[in-house]
C-alpha cells in the first residue's frame, strides 16, 4: 500500500489531533492544509458535544465535524448542526431505571443540541459554569430525545462499570468509552463514529476503501473497522487503548510528537 492516498481524512480530536495541553500543533495544522489545497476533506470525529466545538474552529473552521460519537453532524464554518441521530426517551427511562436499580449509586448526565443537562449529584469535570450547563432531576433527563447518555459511577474500575451499562443496555442502545473515568457514554441503537463518517463520506462520494482515520481509544473502534474491511487505513496513536490497537491497521506517534501529522506527511 505504498502509494495508497486517501480520499478523505478523518481523525478524533482528544489524545489524537490534539496534543494533552488542548492544543494542535502548527505542523499539524500546516499539514492538514496541505491535504485540503490538495482537495482531500479533513472530517473531525469525536466524542466530544457541539459545545465544545468553538475553539477549534478558530483553527480548523471547515468542513463537517462528527461529535457525540456519531450522533450529530455539525458545520463547522457556520456553527451549526446538521443531522442528529437521537436517543428516545422510552429507551432513555428504561436504561436509567435498570442501571439504578442495578446500581443505585450511577448519576447520568444527557448532551442535545448544544446543552448539557445533570443530576444535581453528578460531577461533572469540566465547564461547571459554562453557558448552556445546568442541573435538572432525572425525570427531566429523560423527558426529551437526546445525542447522548452519560452515566458515571465514581467507585467501580472503568472496565467494570462499562461492561455493566454494556449487560444492562443491551440491543437498545450503542455503549462506548473514552475516558480514563468510570463514564459511560450512550448512543442510540446503531450510532457511531463508523455511521456519521459513513454519512460525511457518502456526501463527498468517498468510499470507506478511500479514508483514513486516526484515533487512541475505544469510541474509534468502529469506525477502524468501517475502513480497516473496506482496505482503508485505521491508524491509532502509539499511546492507544488496547483493543483499538487490535483493530488498527498502522501504528503512528503519540499527539504530542504530532503522530498525525508524521503519517500523512509520509504518504
Given at each position: 500500500?505504498?502509494?495508497?492516498?486517501?480520499?478523505?481524512?478523518?481523525?478524533?480530536?482528544?489524545?489524537?489531533?490534539?496534543?494533552?495541553?488542548?492544543?494542535?500543533?502548527?505542523?499539524?495544522?500546516?499539514?492538514?492544509?496541505?491535504?485540503?489545497?490538495?482537495?482531500?476533506?479533513?472530517?473531525?470525529?469525536?466524542?466530544?458535544?457541539?459545545?465544545?466545538?468553538?475553539?477549534?474552529?478558530?483553527?480548523?473552521?471547515?468542513?463537517?465535524?462528527?461529535?457525540?460519537?456519531?450522533?450529530?453532524?455539525?458545520?463547522?464554518?457556520?456553527?451549526?448542526?446538521?443531522?442528529?441521530?437521537?436517543?428516545?426517551?422510552?429507551?432513555?427511562?428504561?436504561?436509567?431505571?435498570?442501571?439504578?436499580?442495578?446500581?443505585?449509586?450511577?448519576?447520568?448526565?444527557?448532551?442535545?443540541?448544544?446543552?448539557?443537562?445533570h443530576e444535581p449529584i453528578y460531577r461533572p469535570r469540566w465547564d461547571v459554569d459554562a453557558p448552556g450547563v445546568a442541573e435538572a432531576s432525572l425525570d427531566e433527563l429523560v423527558a426529551q430525545p437526546v445525542a447522548k447518555l452519560l452515566a458515571r459511577h465514581?467507585?467501580?474500575?472503568?472496565?467494570?462499570?462499562?461492561?455493566?451499562?454494556?449487560?444492562?443496555?443491551?440491543?437498545?442502545?450503542?455503549?462506548?468509552?473514552?475516558?480514563?473515568?468510570?463514564?459511560?457514554?450512550?448512543?442510540?441503537?446503531?450510532?457511531?463514529?463508523?455511521?456519521?463518517?459513513?454519512?460525511?463520506?457518502?456526501?463527498?462520494?468517498?468510499?470507506?476503501?478511500?479514508?483514513?482515520?486516526?484515533?487512541?481509544?475505544?469510541?474509534?473502534?468502529?469506525?477502524?473497522?468501517?475502513?480497516?474491511?473496506?482496505?482503508?487505513?485505521?491508524?491509532?496513536?502509539?499511546?492507544?487503548?488496547?483493543?483499538?490497537?487490535?483493530?488498527a491497521t498502522d501504528v503512528t506517534g503519540t499527539n504530542d510528537d504530532d503522530g498525525v501529522a508524521a503519517f500523512l506527511a509520509a504518504l
Open positions: 500500500m505504498s502509494d495508497w492516498r486517501p480520499r478523505l481524512i478523518a481523525s478524533d480530536m482528544d489524545g489524537t489531533l490534539l496534543r494533552w495541553d488542548d492544543t494542535v500543533s502548527d505542523a499539524t495544522v500546516a499539514e492538514l492544509e496541505r491535504w485540503r489545497a490538495d482537495g482531500v476533506p479533513v472530517v473531525l470525529a469525536t466524542g466530544r458535544p457541539p459545545r465544545w466545538m468553538r475553539r477549534i474552529r478558530e483553527v480548523l473552521g471547515h468542513g463537517t465535524a462528527v461529535c457525540c460519537n456519531g450522533a450529530v453532524l455539525l458545520d463547522l464554518e457556520r456553527f451549526e448542526i446538521i443531522a442528529e441521530e437521537p436517543l428516545q426517551p422510552d429507551v432513555l427511562e428504561s436504561v436509567t431505571t435498570e442501571l439504578r436499580r442495578r446500581r443505585p449509586d450511577t448519576w447520568f448526565a444527557v448532551e442535545y443540541g448544544l446543552e448539557f443537562r465514581e467507585t467501580l474500575p472503568r472496565d467494570e462499570f462499562v461492561a455493566l451499562v454494556e449487560d444492562v443496555v443491551g440491543d437498545r442502545a450503542t455503549v462506548t468509552h473514552s475516558s480514563t473515568d468510570a463514564l459511560a457514554e450512550i448512543s442510540a441503537p446503531g450510532v457511531t463514529k463508523a455511521s456519521g463518517l459513513a454519512t460525511v463520506a457518502a456526501r463527498y462520494g468517498v468510499g470507506p476503501e478511500d479514508v483514513v482515520v486516526f484515533g487512541d481509544m475505544p469510541n474509534d473502534i468502529a469506525a477502524f473497522e468501517w475502513v480497516r474491511a473496506a482496505g482503508g487505513r485505521a491508524v491509532a496513536m502509539a499511546h492507544a487503548h488496547p483493543d483499538l490497537m487490535a483493530v
